[in-house]
C-alpha cells in the first residue's frame, strides 16, 4: 500500500545477482524497474495495481505477483490567504487543492464573503471587524480544512481623485470621475447647475455645459 505522491521503492533481490535479470509487468504506468538493481520505484498515482516481478538467471525463474493500492489523498495548494485587509476594498484569495474535482466551501460570519464552489475564489468586499473564515475543500469522502481569522480595519472615508475642471466653455459635453478609497460608497450631488447630474454608484458627474457660474 502506499499513498498518493508517495515516492514508492521497493528492491528485490535474489542469492544470484550478478546473474539475474528482472523484468516487471503492472499496469501501473508511473513504475519504473531498474534492471542493474531490481529495483521497481515511481510516483504512486491513486489506484489498484497489478505488479508482476520476474527474476530469471538462465536456469531458474522466480516470480513475486501482488496487488498495489495506493490510497487517494487531498492536500492544499494554495491556502495561505491575507488575515487583515482595511474597510471598503475589494478582498480576494484563491484556494486551491492537488484534485481538480474538489468542492469548496465557506462557514463564516462575514456575511459580505462568498466562496465560488468550483474554483476556491473567495471574495467580497470588506466590512469593519473581526471574522471567522473556515474554508472546506471536499471531494468523495476527503476533506481539507483552513480556519482562520480575518481583521478588517476601519480606514475613514477619503478623496482619491477630486480636483475637476472648475471653467469649461458653453454647449460642451463635461465630465468627471470623483473617487474615493473604499468601493461600494455612494455619491450624491448638491448644486445649482441643473444640467449637471452624478452616477451614484460610480461617481461621474457629467451633463452638457450652460452659461453661468455655478456652486
Given at each position: 500500500?502506499?499513498?498518493?505522491?508517495?515516492?514508492?521503492?521497493?528492491?528485490?533481490?535474489?542469492?544470484?545477482?550478478?546473474?539475474?535479470?528482472?523484468?516487471?509487468?503492472?499496469?501501473?504506468?508511473?513504475?519504473?524497474?531498474?534492471?542493474?538493481?531490481?529495483?521497481?520505484?515511481?510516483?504512486?498515482?491513486?489506484?489498484?495495481?497489478?505488479?508482476?516481478?520476474?527474476?530469471?538467471?538462465?536456469?531458474?525463474?522466480?516470480?513475486?505477483?501482488?496487488?498495489?493500492?495506493?490510497?487517494?489523498?487531498?492536500?492544499?495548494?494554495?491556502?495561505?490567504?491575507?488575515?487583515?485587509?482595511?474597510?471598503?476594498?475589494?478582498?480576494?484569495?484563491?484556494?486551491?487543492?492537488?484534485?481538480?474535482?474538489?468542492?469548496?466551501?465557506?462557514?463564516?460570519?462575514?456575511?459580505?464573503?462568498?466562496?465560488?464552489?468550483?474554483?476556491?475564489?473567495?471574495?467580497?468586499?470588506?466590512?469593519?471587524?473581526?471574522?471567522?473564515?473556515?474554508?472546506?475543500?471536499?471531494?468523495?469522502?476527503?476533506?481539507?480544512?483552513?480556519?482562520?481569522?480575518?481583521?478588517?480595519?476601519?480606514?475613514?472615508?477619503?478623496?482619491?481623485?477630486?480636483?475637476?475642471?472648475?471653467?469649461?466653455?458653453?454647449?460642451?459635453?463635461?465630465?468627471?470621475?470623483?473617487?474615493?478609497?473604499?468601493?461600494?460608497?455612494?455619491?450624491?450631488?448638491?448644486?445649482?447647475?441643473?444640467w449637471l447630474s452624478i452616477n451614484a454608484t460610480t461617481g461621474v458627474l457629467s451633463g452638457t455645459a450652460q452659461d453661468g457660474v455655478y456652486s
Open positions: 500500500t502506499a499513498n498518493k505522491g508517495d515516492s514508492y521503492s521497493y528492491d528485490f533481490n535474489t542469492n544470484d545477482e550478478g546473474n539475474t535479470t528482472y523484468a516487471l509487468d503492472t499496469d501501473a504506468v508511473w513504475l519504473d524497474l531498474e534492471q542493474g538493481t531490481g529495483t521497481i520505484s515511481g510516483t504512486a498515482v491513486a489506484g489498484t495495481y497489478y505488479v508482476n516481478v520476474t527474476a530469471d538467471n538462465g536456469t531458474v525463474e522466480l516470480y513475486h505477483n501482488y496487488t498495489l493500492t495506493v490510497a487517494m489523498t487531498l492536500n492544499w495548494v494554495n491556502h495561505s490567504p491575507s488575515e487583515s485587509a482595511n474597510e471598503g476594498v475589494a478582498y480576494s484569495y484563491t484556494f486551491s487543492v492537488d484534485e481538480d474535482d474538489a468542492v469548496f466551501s465557506l462557514t463564516t460570519d462575514a456575511e459580505w464573503l462568498s466562496i465560488n464552489a468550483t474554483t476556491g475564489v473567495l471574495s467580497g468586499t470588506t466590512e469593519d471587524g473581526e471574522f471567522y473564515v473556515n474554508v472546506t475543500a471536499t471531494l468523495d469522502e476527503l476533506s481539507v480544512y483552513e480556519n482562520y481569522t480575518l481583521t478588517i480595519t476601519n480606514v475613514p472615508i477619503a478623496w482619491v481623485n477630486h480636483s475637476p475642471t472648475a471653467s469649461v466653455n458653453e454647449g460642451v459635453a463635461y465630465a468627471y470621475t470623483f473617487t474615493t478609497n473604499k468601493d461600494g460608497e455612494l455619491f450624491l450631488l448638491d448644486g445649482n447647475a441643473s
